[in-house]
Nanobody, 115 residues
Framework: QAQLVESGGGLVQPGGSLRLSCAAS????????MGWYRQSPGKQRELVAR???????NYADSVKGRFTISRDNAKNTVYLQMNSLKPEDTALYYC?????????WGQGTQVTVSS
């Protein structure tokens, strides 16, 4: 059974940094493309970064150059290093496979960027 547990969110000032983590189980992690998604109130959930099983990465234009996705297949964990954070990065952040398999989502981790 799939389980995704996100952590590392919080309140940060504009220009600050956060590192998100996502521990995965039950999804055959090492062969999956994994992604970080985010959703703000009133907006659709969007994919902001992805990493293939081999470590190739891709980013949404809105975060390119500021966010870095990485993974540790031995720990079944995917990370998102977020630098130079902006108020518009405020959202609930989730990890999941790309594409999403089934309809399972973890609880997410809240990132709030505010002075």
């Amino acid at each position: 059974q799939a389980q995704l547990v996100e952590s590392g969110g919080g309140l940060v000032q504009p220009g600050g940094s956060l590192r998100l983590s996502c521990a995965a189980s039950g999804i055959n992690f090492s062969i999956r493309t994994m992604g970080w998604y985010r959703q703000s109130p009133g907006k659709q959930r969007e994919l902001v970064a992805r990493t293939t099983s081999g470590g190739r990465t891709n980013y949404a234009d809105s975060v390119k150059g500021r966010f870095t996705i990485s993974r540790d297949n031995a720990k079944n964990t995917v990370y998102l290093q977020m630098n130079s954070l902006k108020p518009e990065d405020t959202a609930l952040y989730y990890c999941n496979t790309v594409p999403v398999i089934g309809d399972y989502w973890g609880q997410g981790t809240q990132v709030t960027v505010s002075s």
